[in-house]
């Protein structure tokens, strides 16, 4: 089951960004790792319950924290 909770602001480490998300959703990828489905990404990712229980593939966001810029990656347009 899913449900909508507030989670504390964590703090990024020097290799991660801190973003702030407008808009999210769950999609079939989520709902395929909440499952456990197919039987190989549960070595991914729990043998019984996920790891990590924060769920969302797609987001749309601005970067609020980032402590330097190691890269860009120009996506092609679709």
């Known amino acids: 089951m899913l449900q909508l909770t507030e989670v504390a602001k ?3 480490k020097d290799n991660e960004v ?8 769950i999609n079939a990828a989520d709902a395929n790792l ?3 489905e197919p039987v190989p990404i ?3 990712y ?4 996920p ?4 769920f969302g593939i797609d987001l749309v966001m ?7 810029i190691v ?6 347009n679709m």
Do not use: D, N, W, Y
Not at 62 to 68: C, D, G, I, Y
């Open 10 to 12: 964590p703090t990024p």
């Open 18 to 25: 801190l973003i702030k998300v407008h808009a999210a959703s």
């Open 34 to 36: 909440l499952r456990g």
């Open 42 to 44: 549960r070595l991914m």
């Open 46 to 49: 729990g043998l019984r319950t």
């Open 51 to 54: 790891k990590h229980q924060i």
């Open 62 to 68: 601005p970067s609020l924290e980032m402590p330097r």
């Open 71 to 76: 890269g860009l990656v120009r996506l092609p």
